[in-house]
């Protein structure tokens, strides 16, 4: 499209041509050049004007297309948004999943150490109990053998 000004200066100059070629001598009216020229200049200004509303018009149209584009876009990054939002849904559950896996096994570690540790009392218990007894054995030995020795002797 040629833009508006250009446009207008051609209209113009046609104009001012056509006044300029008419010649008063050759039997043409002047109210009627004179007509005919209020006619062409507003036809010219009606072109104007609709040259500035199809540039207006075609502004909007370019505007419709980038907001339809700016629209889509959003709807693909909405789309975006739910495929990530999903994939954070499913992490979660694994997540979850997995920190209660980690609490059963922290907690079935913590009652065999538990375990352990009552055995362990529990033969330390035996041991102490074990170690009287072979004390007291070795004392009734050693008093034993004092006595076979002392009758051996005497």
């Given amino acids: 499209m040629f833009p508006t000004r250009t ?5 113009l100059l046609l104009a ?6 008419s010649d008063p001598d050759d039997g043409v009216d002047p109210a009627v050049v004179e007509q005919l ?3 062409l200049a507003a036809r010219a200004r009606a072109e104007i004007e609709l040259l500035e509303r199809v540039e207006a018009l075609e502004t909007q149209v370019e505007r419709v297309t980038s907001d339809r584009s700016a629209a889509q876009q959003l709807r693909d990054l909405d789309d975006q948004l739910s495929a990530l939002s999903e994939t954070v849904a499913g992490m979660d559950e694994r997540f979850t999943a997995e920190s209660a896996a980690r609490q059963a096994v922290a907690d079935e570690a913590a009652a065999a150490a538990a375990d352990l540790r009552s055995t362990l009392a529990d033969l330390q218990g035996r041991i102490d109990q074990l170690q009287g007894e072979t004390d007291e054995l070795r004392t009734l030995y ?6 076979v020795d002392r009758m051996q002797q005497g």
């Avoid at 446009?7 to 209209?11: H, K, S, W």
């Fill in 7 to 11: 446009i207008i200066g051609l209209i």
């Fill in 16 to 21: 001012l041509g056509a006044a300029a070629c």
């Fill in 37 to 39: 020229e209020s006619d």
């Fill in 142 to 147: 050693q008093t034993l053998r004092e006595r």
